[in-house]
């Protein structure tokens, strides 16, 4: 694939769109409510005094209250001491660049993160803050592959990865992911995956799971297979995990988990690689502070790479993602689901009434919506669909078929639509949707 045939973000595109014509933007994946106090307070504090409070901010930043950090903000612009160094301090740190690598205190916070959370245990040396998940992504294709070399994707996908693809003269393969509504479930045909993988010239797979567009969680099952298949044929796994602590109970209550790879199996450690962000987690998309856990003995290629592309992280942003790996663990465990599930399952409920079809995902905060069934839209493109939804509804939208790269008629029956943002902001939307929409007569 040549990097000619990288094209501009159909989603940002959307997102543009719905500014201009002020629609209620549910085309791109990004909330509209604010990161939690806490981590808002260390950024302000880093910005301002330019320098660290302490020898273990992590530590303190566990243990700070809201009013603590408030508190130094003002200290910091009101009273400089030799504990609280001033606005007009001579020297500053957290605002010139860091070690391309992140912080060490940063890496060593995303390591009892995962420690934390999943029992996990990786060395700050095999972790790497990155510009958010994409240049994540991005370092881990570089590092693993070269021109000419095949990557397995499974469609629908994130537009990022076949444009990444691109850049770097990679070829992607597509296995195709199939929605069984009387399942309620997508999934993909294990001959097509081995075919994909055994190919000689493949060389990665990317995992994103839960799944953008889809909202499929990976099971234990499918990610055996996955990894089997990899391991067989000397294949790296790059996994997209960003919205990992959204996953939703089944159908009998029983709750989804996350399945971190490594962990679960440590067979594919050494050939996976973990890329991840706080933008979505955290509602700091605007942040772009990112990381990638890597196997040792990519770890110096990969700090290469990223060295060059990018230089390293924001620093502030790294400081103050600290107070973010520290939040209580009910934030990610329980506080992240309950917030977008209920989103979710209102805008699918909405959508259903006006003859979308609908399968509810079991993660991540999307609705892959088959839009057949919509009196008004039946018998439009893709794009005209969300043209119609933007012009004359007042919703946007992203056309289905611009998460395919194989199976572009498998696209040509969906719209998806983001249910992260505001409350209120997915009441308008629903509100216009039941205004204007309406189900086709059977």
């Known amino acids: 694939m040549s990097p000619k045939m990288v094209k501009e973000s159909v989603i940002r595109l959307m997102t ?78 957290l605002n010139q660049y860091s070690p391309p690598m992140g912080r060490a205190d940063a890496r060593r916070a995303v390591s009892a993160y995962y420690d934390r959370l999943y029992d996990y245990d990786i060395s700050e040396d095999n972790i790497t803050l990155t510009l958010g998940a994409t240049e994540a992504v991005a370092t881990a294709l570089r590092t693993i592959c070269c021109p000419g070399d095949k990557v397995v994707i499974f469609e629908p996908f994130h537009e990022i990865y076949p444009s ?13 992911m199939h929605a069984s509504v009387d399942e309620g479930s997508w999934s993909y045909d294990y001959g097509e995956l081995k075919d994909a993988i055994v190919n000689s010239k493949t060389k990665a797979l990317i995992l994103n799971t839960p799944h953008n567009p889809t909202g499929k969680v990976f099971s234990h099952e499918e990610l055996k297979a996955i990894v089997d298949l990899c391991i067989e044929n000397d294949v790296y796994i790059i996994t997209d995990e960003i919205y990992e602590h959204m996953t939703y109970p089944d159908d009998n209550n029983t709750p989804r988990e996350h399945i971190l790879i490594p962990k679960e199996f440590p067979e594919a450690a050494g050939r ?10 955290a509602s700091a998309t605007g942040w772009r502070l990112g990381w990638c856990l890597h196997p040792p003995h990519l770890s110096d290629l990969y700090r290469g790479v990223h060295d060059q592309m990018v230089c390293m992280a924001p620093h502030a942003m790294q400081f103050a993602s600290m107070a973010y790996f520290t939040l209580p663990r009910d934030y990610f465990e329980k506080e992240l689901r309950v917030r977008y599930q209920s989103r979710v399952s209102m805008l699918a409920e909405a959508l259903d009434e006006v003859g979308f079809g609908i399968i509810h995902p079991e993660g991540a905060y999307y609705l892959f919506a088959d839009y057949r069934g919509v009196s008004q839209l039946r018998d439009l493109t893709p794009m005209d669909a969300a043209m119609y939804l933007m012009h004359e509804v007042g919703v946007a939208v992203v056309p289905g078929d611009n998460f395919y790269g194989k199976a572009i008629d498998e696209g040509k029956k969906y719209l998806r639509f983001a249910a992260c943002r505001s409350m209120a902001d997915i009441a308008t939307a629903i509100e216009r949707l039941r205004a204007n929409l309406s189900a086709s007569e059977s």
Request: glycine share 6%; charged share 20%; net charge negative.
């Open 164 to 176: 990444q693809c691109g850049i770097f003269y990679l070829d992607p393969l597509y296995v195709t």
């Open 272 to 281: 996976t690689l973990i890329c991840n962000s706080l933008g979505k987690s």
């Open 16 to 93: 543009r769109l719905a500014l201009k014509h002020g629609a209620v933007n549910l085309s791109q994946g990004f909330p509209n409510e604010c990161p939690p106090a806490k981590i808002r307070l260390a950024l302000a504090h880093a910005v301002l005094s330019g320098n660290v409070s302490s020898s273990n901010e992590a530590s303190r930043l566990s243990h700070a209250t809201e009013k603590d950090l408030s508190d130094s903000i003002v200290s910091v612009l009101t009273e400089a001491s030799d504990e609280t160094p001033g606005i007009g301090a001579l020297t500053d740190e």
